[in-house]
């Protein structure tokens, strides 16, 4: 529940239970994910931003894809109009809830080199984009180098969009925290490490194998 919907609850309880009664009981047939879905499609119609960022989480919750979301967005076009479409979809992207982009072609050498080692400073989390897609490199020491794929193993949100805290990333969808020298779940406990990407340093530069 809302912060103000629980501020409503307690100062006017009467009115508070009815409203809270219809949003219970009014929509029965629908499943969680629809439901969602439609919502999505309601809040970038009326351009409420704060109800784009509780409900689109929710719908990744309940099952619906990136690409449903995405679906979601454009199905409002006929009553949102363009602009508030592209206001929803940079907030779905910055919120890492819509499919990545098709990545046009660069040449071998582009795709495999993540940079200079010697530019990535020691224990602090760097991320970088490539076409293949993002990654997360960590030096924990001058000999220690290593490279993640960025994407969250929980639910492949992008870890780069995470909170840094300086030797573990938190994701910023459910929380999950990893350590960034082993790539290892510290919470929840026993949750799926970060993916490990195979890299090697040749002539300098930290390269994807
Ligand atoms: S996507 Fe759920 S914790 Fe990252």
């Known amino acids: 529940m809302s912060k103000a919907l629980t501020y409503l609850a307690k ?39 704060r109800g784009l960022r509780q409900y689109a989480p929710k719908a990744l919750k309940a099952g619906a894809s990136r690409e449903e979301i995405l679906d979601a967005v ?17 907030i ?30 020691l224990q602090r989390m760097q991320c970088v984009q490539r076409p293949s897609g993002d990654y997360i490199v960590y030096r924990s020491d001058a000999d220690t180098v290593v490279v993640y794929s960025a994407r969250c193993p929980h639910s492949k949100a992008n870890l ?24 290892v779940c510290i919470e929840p406990a026993g949750g ?8 090697v340093v040749r002539d300098g530069q930290l390269l994807l194998q």
Not at 74 to 90: C, E, Q, R, S, T
Request: proline content about 6%; aromatic content about 6%.
């Open 160 to 183: 780069c969009r995470g909170t840094d805290h300086g030797t573990q990333v938190e994701c910023r969808i459910h929380n999950w925290r990893f350590d960034l020298a082993t790539g």
């Open 11 to 49: 100062t006017r309880p009467e009115a508070a239970t009815h409203l809270l009664s219809f949003y219970k009981h009014s929509v029965q047939a629908l499943d969680e994910k629809t439901k969602c879905l439609i919502q999505i499609v309601t809040k970038v119609t009326v351009g409420t931003e």
């Open 92 to 121: 779905m992207r910055e919120m890492d809830l819509l499919p990545e982009a098709p990545a046009s072609s660069p040449t071998a050498a582009e795709a495999q080199s993540l940079g200079l080692l010697a530019d990535f400073p």
């Open 74 to 90: 454009l199905m409002a076009f006929p009553a949102a109009g363009l602009n508030k479409v592209l206001d929803a979809i940079d």
């Open 192 to 199: 799926a490490g970060m993916q490990v990407i195979p890299s």
